[in-house]
């Protein structure tokens, strides 16, 4: 059954460790972990290491040397990923033979590229910009877990794949999302403030980000009648770390629930044109 982006239910409220600061960088860090009983330790010969577990969501795709033909104006499926795949969108504005700005999308819990698609299509046609928008490989991305896995090595994959055929911007590479989508859009890009300038978190439900790369911009939304990431433990929240953590962050509360509503997609192309240009980081 699919669902319209304002339906999806994705992530519940959580709680969280307090923001963390030092001298160099910004590290925000909010707990997903639960309660585990102690238990006597397991004779050596019979413990296995655990595995390691990544949490430094890197990416390592950046712009270069396009070497591929660039798609067409329209909607594109990605063809890297089988039944969860994702898609392109070019819009008819896009001029190939001009650097052109490029927003990562993703979508929220048990949500669909085409359900964002949907939503922020307009924003795309607008400022003439590549919208690459991936399925997560399972109901929600693995960052919810506080780890980076197979839904990085695919994020990875396909901006290496965009970037081979399509001549981006450097400056104006963004990324985006809704409620799962958008907790994951924050971390991403507070971890590569080096190649991501802004961050768009629509109804966002957390922040996990161990070691902060760079200070992007940030804009936040969300709902005052939300029943599925509440105001007030979600987006408040959120906003106040961030900001404690030096980040510059816009925050647009509007009236509503878990949705991205057309006046927020305005209120977010506004910002987008706002927005100070220049790449965040090293």
């Known amino acids: 059954m699919r669902h319209s982006p304002g339906s999806l239910s994705g992530l519940e409220p959580m709680g969280g460790l307090p923001v963390m600061r030092s001298l160099l960088a910004a590290c925000l860090v909010l707990s997903l972990a639960g309660c585990v009983a102690p238990r006597e330790a397991e004779p050596a010969s019979t413990v296995t290491a655990a595995p390691q577990v990544d949490t430094s969501g890197r990416v390592d795709a950046r712009p270069g040397q396009v070497t591929g033909t660039p798609a067409s104006p329209g909607v594109h499926a990605l063809g890297l990923g089988g039944a969860r795949d994702g898609l392109l969108y070019v819009p008819k504005s896009l001029r190939p033979d001009q650097p052109a700005p490029l927003m990562l999308v993703l979508h929220g819990s048990r949500g669909n590229a085409g359900q964002m698609l949907q939503a922020l299509q307009a924003l795309a046609d607008s400022e003439g910009l590549l919208m690459l928008i991936p399925d997560s490989r399972g109901l929600t991305w693995d960052d919810k877990m506080g780890k980076h896995g197979e839904d990085l090595r695919f994020i990875d994959r ?22 799962a989508g958008g907790s994951y859009a924050l971390a991403l890009g507070i971890l590569n403030g080096d190649l991501f300038s802004r961050v768009l978190a629509f ?19 969300h709902g005052d009648k939300d ?43 506004q910002w987008l044109r706002e927005a100070p240009p220049a790449v965040s980081g090293p």
């Open 158 to 179: 396909a901006l290496a794949h965009v970037f081979s055929r399509h001549l981006v911007a450097r400056e104006r590479i963004s990324v985006a999302g809704f409620s």
């Open 203 to 221: 109804s966002p439900g957390f922040v996990h980000a161990d070691e902060p790369r760079g200070m992007p911009f940030i804009f936040v939304a």
């Open 227 to 269: 029943q599925v990431l509440s105001v007030e433990g979600s987006g408040r929240r959120i906003v106040a770390e961030l900001r404690s953590a030096g980040f510059q962050v816009h925050y647009h509360e509007f009236s509503g629930g878990h949705s991205i509503p057309k006046d927020v997609v305005q209120a977010a192309v």
